[in-house]
């Protein structure tokens, strides 16, 4: 999976995160679940949660939420105060990304985008070196970007690419804790363009009853693991190997979390059209861009252009599909 929607229910990600915390084995890189501020909390979710339960069935989300994995540098535990949204995006970013966040705000993040249906964004981010200096320009800059959008959750962990599956579950763990109530949760990538729009008026459906143990995207089933160790993507065998004592914390996110919803029966829902998400970059038409939910690998700049013509175009490509066909246009279809 490389895009994930869940509709899960409070224990559904508790299980999750119970899975998280029996892995019998640390990631290998030197880098991953290891505070950065503080060795004591290396151990991190193992003992901080879960440890001494024999059985999922019989948690409960007062014990699981009791005490926070990783200390939080910036939160904003009120954000789904004042009512439930229809949709949380969870973006995972790099501390340096500044410019890739703003360029989100501007455009498929824009909470204008929803209407009044409640929307929030929320940016999930670690720490790396240049933060923990004394003085940090960086880490001031994060505080202030922080301070105006209340929109970064930042945590001591480190921000590295072996620590992306850390970081989805920092914000399942952040969902379950402060935001229950929301109806949709999507977890995506600073560098996606993601057409929201589409999302919740085609595939959501606000109008109809919120769907139950929903999780989908773009599915790769039945893919063998890479063996080159090389790619970042490598999956060493004695790691499968562990696999089959319980599920380990592999750094391959989108791996790791399909084998959490194996364990937990959860059957992902194929979209309604393979073209809706792409882990590709799409080549750019409005008439595409219409029609699709996400697109992979963009710089700020090109996200900010691509956007501001895909508004400006809205409305004529509706009536192209209108005038070139006698019978209602059909919204899965990529021209």
Request: charged residues 20%; neutral net charge.
């Amino acid at each position: 999976l490389h895009l994930k929607m869940p509709h899960l229910n409070l224990l559904h990600i508790i299980k999750i995160l119970h899975i998280l915390c029996k892995s019998p084995t640390p990631l290998t890189s030197n880098e991953n679940v290891i505070s950065a501020s503080d060795e004591s909390l290396q151990q991190g979710l193992e003992n901080s949660l879960l440890l001494n339960i024999s059985s999922s069935e019989e948690m409960t989300a007062a014990w699981i939420l009791r005490v926070e994995p990783y200390m939080y540098i910036l939160n904003e535990p009120n954000a789904c105060l004042q009512r439930a949204p229809f949709l949380v995006l969870l973006i995972a970013a790099e501390p340096t990304k500044t410019d890739a966040r703003d360029a989100i705000r501007k455009t498929w993040a824009d909470e204008s985008v929803a209407g009044g249906l409640g929307f929030i964004r929320l940016f999930f981010i670690g720490v790396n070196k240049d933060t923990q200096r004394n003085g940090s320009k960086l880490q001031h800059t994060i505080e202030l970007e922080s301070h105006r959008y209340h929109d970064i959750i930042q945590q001591d962990y480190r921000d590295t690419y072996n620590n992306l599956t850390l970081k989805t579950l920092m914000g399942m763990y952040w969902i379950t804790k402060y935001c229950p109530e929301a109806k949709y949760v999507m977890k995506t990538d600073s560098d996606m363009f993601v057409n929201t729009e589409y999302l919740i008026e085609k595939l959501l459906k606000p109008e109809g009853q919120p769907k139950q143990r929903y999780f989908t995207g773009h599915l790769m089933p039945d893919l063998s693991p890479n063996r080159n160790k090389e790619s970042k993507w490598y999956m060493p065998l004695e790691v499968i190997y562990v696999a089959s004592l319980t599920v380990p914390r592999l750094h391959l996110e989108d791996v790791y979390v399909g084998i959490c919803l194996a364990k937990l029966k959860i059957e992902p829902t194929p979209p309604p059209n393979e073209l809706l998400f792409n882990h590709w970059r799409v080549p750019y038409s409005s008439c595409r861009y219409s029609n699709l939910i996400t697109s992979h690998g963009f710089h700020s700049n090109e996200l900010i252009q691509y956007w501001q013509h895909l508004q400006s175009t809205k409305n004529f490509v509706k009536i192209q599909f209108f005038s070139s066909s006698s019978r209602p246009p059909s919204l899965w279809k990529v021209p």
